[in-house]
């Protein structure tokens, strides 16, 4: 077994030192690097609060519970310090790069004893102004023990002594999450001082303590346990989450981060006071919290940033002079996403809430935001008298408070609001719109491979597909009187549903592949996908690789399968793709006996990834692509695309490490082609295969 996969938590960790990357990659704008600084440093935050997390609390509850690739919890905890460690190191020697760079932009970050007195005294006015206000300085004694710290709390524990005496006593500031990470005190316009709040408080602390000044302090950091587990009788999902978020603000700490070169003694008085494990600590070089560097993003040249890019109007519904409900009945259309702006589908539901001939709209919900446009689209339609239905998963990791926020709201509107499965979220993302026509409901369906979520879908990558097919329309409409109603469709006649039957699915299509190398036919599989943890899929991929089906997977993040292992994955190719915009549509491609790309080829999109929660315990869509055009649009344009990428590309090369392919600025990207190139259904072309059959696997 320890042979045959990658460990999850290890895997991801690599897929986290590729977007880290891109912060030291001297070829992107400046501060789109300290953007991909940022986002590294949150994905970090989510992997402790979660992943790390759960492993704490195995160990702790003594499960003897082995990874797939054979390690005991105690095991995997080694490991992941031991890479996270090597992850830290190479974050603080990519800030180090990019202070250079930013200094030579005239952009420092500064100490206090760096700055001049005319900064001081900016400085100490801000500090007068905007930062005392809200403090609440805490001296720790037995009369005033030691405060709880928030997840993700930012605090100053401080060695302090009273003037003309030698005796210290300790004391404690929490800074609230509310004020500015960093200030610029410079005078001058073109150049920017930045001090950060914790060198801010540190240096004028002092005046919360009449009489007393700061001798040592430390800036630190805490993350916890913030997962929520659902309990079986937790026949209230609402009642229950609200109680369980205000939990995970006390849940185990699991990382306490400190500034590099802290006091020992003050180091250890802190360790002591909250209980946390020595292996929890982390030392950063220059501050905790690195994430919140994205404050400062703003405040750069143009030619610090990407040059803008507009979304591209769709072409088939400019053709029918913007009316929706025309363009999708004429034929199916996907809309790829940021490419082509995700205002389809917005416009699409505004025109349904509009239309006095529709008469129903439902909705799924899983991220979304609550100034959503979609939101307010089905708010108006409701307050209109249609009949609105949304399905809201409040069980959306991180969005769980903005979720049941959401639902409130909505049904303050009207809206009928439905949160599901207890023990299954439902991840498909659908709308089905029913519209009188002559007559006669007709049905006009979207499927997405991403979230309702208008800032994601400006940087990541997914696939909107329209369609007014009574065969689609028929099985979406089973599938919202399934979650909302409990009653089980069974198997549908075009789309597939997970939990039930999307792993038997897929199964019998690898299988398919299986019998075709052995009859000598093409047997060819393309995948794109953000994460492969399944093991018996990934069994499956080993198996038809012996076979001798070809196999090229397009996986963003965890993998844990291991390619071009002899007799067990040697046609198997894996690479991932990071760069200006998030790989995230989910596409399975199968060759069904015929040379790739082909029309005769099986083309499927999902919203499910190829892990065990997505396939055994979540509702998820998947569905084949029948019409030709938008068949070509994700077989010869897309999945090629992804196919030829090299400017972008990590290759998963030794069993488990990335190797970046990318050559030179006149390498092919994906990213760039997109956007320069209309889709098919905007008159685009299908990208050539030739390029490919130089790919070696």
Request: proline share 4%; net charge positive.
């Amino acid at each position: 077994m320890t042979k045959r996969y990658n460990n999850r938590e290890l895997s991801w960790l690599e897929f986290n030192s590729r977007v880290l990357s891109e912060a030291g990659n001297t070829d992107l704008p400046l501060f789109e690097r300290l953007r991909f600084l940022s986002i590294a440093s949150n994905n970090l935050d989510e992997f402790y609060m979660v992943r790390v997390a759960g492993v704490y609390a195995q160990i702790k509850e003594k499960i003897k519970h082995e990874t797939i690739d054979g390690l005991s919890p105690k095991e995997q905890l080694k490991k992941i310090k031991i890479k996270s460690s090597e992850l830290l190191k190479k974050s603080n020697y990519i800030w180090s790069k990019l202070k250079k760079d930013l200094s030579k932009q005239r952009i420092f970050f500064k100490s206090f004893v760096e700055i001049n007195q005319d900064e001081k005294s900016n400085l100490l006015n801000i500090f007068n102004t905007n930062i005392a206000p809200v403090l609440t300085p805490q001296a720790i004694d037995p009369s005033h023990p030691f405060p709880f710290l928030f997840n993700q709390g930012h605090f100053l524990l401080m060695e302090m002594q009273k003037k003309g005496k030698k005796r210290s006593i300790y004391s404690i500031i929490i800074l609230p999450k509310n004020l500015k990470r960093f200030y610029n005190v410079s005078n001058i316009e073109a150049v920017k001082n930045y001090v950060s709040l914790e060198e801010t408080v540190s240096s004028y602390g002092s005046n919360l303590f009449p009489g007393y000044e700061i001798k040592n302090y430390i800036s630190a950091r805490v993350t916890r346990d913030s997962d929520i587990e659902v309990e079986d009788e937790a026949e209230d999902l609402v009642v229950f989450y609200e109680k369980a978020l205000k939990k995970r603000k006390r849940g185990r700490i699991v990382r306490l981060e400190l500034r590099k070169g802290s006091e020992r003694h003050l180091k250890k008085f802190l360790i002591k006071k909250i209980k946390a494990d020595p292996d929890t600590v982390d030392e950063i070089e220059e501050f905790v919290g690195t994430y919140e560097i994205s404050q400062i993003l703003e405040q750069g040249k143009k030619e610090f940033y990407f040059k803008k890019f507009n979304s591209r109007q769709v072409e088939r519904v400019n053709q029918f002079n913007g009316d929706y409900f025309k363009a999708i009945k004429s034929k199916d259309m996907i809309v790829h996403h940021p490419y082509e702006t995700f205002d389809a589908v917005i416009e699409f539901l505004n025109q349904a809430v509009n239309d006095p001939n529709v008469q129903a709209i439902k909705q799924t919900l899983y991220r979304t935001t609550l100034d959503s446009p979609i939101v307010k689209a089905l708010k108006i339609a409701a307050e209109n008298g249609k009949s609105v239905t949304a399905i809201v998963e409040i069980k959306a990791r991180f969005d769980e408070e903005a979720n049941i926020s959401l639902a409130k709201s909505l049904e303050r509107s009207g809206v009928q609001v439905v949160y599901g499965f207890v023990h299954l979220k439902t991840h498909a993302k659908s709308s089905l719109v029913v519209r009188l026509e002559n007559g006669v409901l007709n049905k006009y369906v979207h499927i997405g491979t991403g979230n309702y979520h208008p800032i994601n879908a400006k940087i990541y990558t997914d696939l909107s597909l329209f369609s007014a097919d009574p065969d689609y329309a028929n099985d979406i409409e089973k599938f919202f009187n399934f979650v909302t109603g409990y009653g089980d469709p069974g198997e549908l006649e075009n789309v597939i549903l997970a939990p039930r039957f999307l792993r038997p699915k897929l199964n019998d299509l690898i299988d398919n592949e299986i019998e075709n190398a052995k009859s000598g036919k093409p047997a060819e599989i393309w995948a794109k996908m953000n994460s492969l943890v399944d093991p018996k899929i990934i069994d499956r991929f080993y198996l038809a690789s012996k076979h001798g089906v070809k196999i090229h997977l397009f996986v963003r993040g965890i993998c844990c399968l291991k390619p071009g292992i002899k007799n067990m994955s040697e046609n198997i190719y894996v690479k991932s793709i990071v760069g200006r915009f998030l790989e995230h549509s989910r596409i399975y491609c199968f060759a069904n006996g015929k040379e790739m790309p082909s029309r005769q080829n099986k083309v499927f999109i999902s919203s499910a990834d190829l892990m065990p929660r997505n396939l055994d315990r979540r509702l998820e869509i998947m569905l084949p692509i029948k019409n030709e055009t938008v068949h070509a649009q994700v077989l010869d344009q897309i999945m090629m695309a992804n196919l030829k990428d090299i400017k972008s590309s990590w290759e998963l090369k030794d069993k488990k490490y990335y190797k970046i392919l990318k050559a030179g600025d006149d390498v092919f990207s994906a990213h760039e082609y997109f956007m320069k190139n209309p889709s098919l259904s905007g008159q685009g072309k299908s990208i050539i295969k030739e390029e490919i059959m130089n790919l070696k696997i």
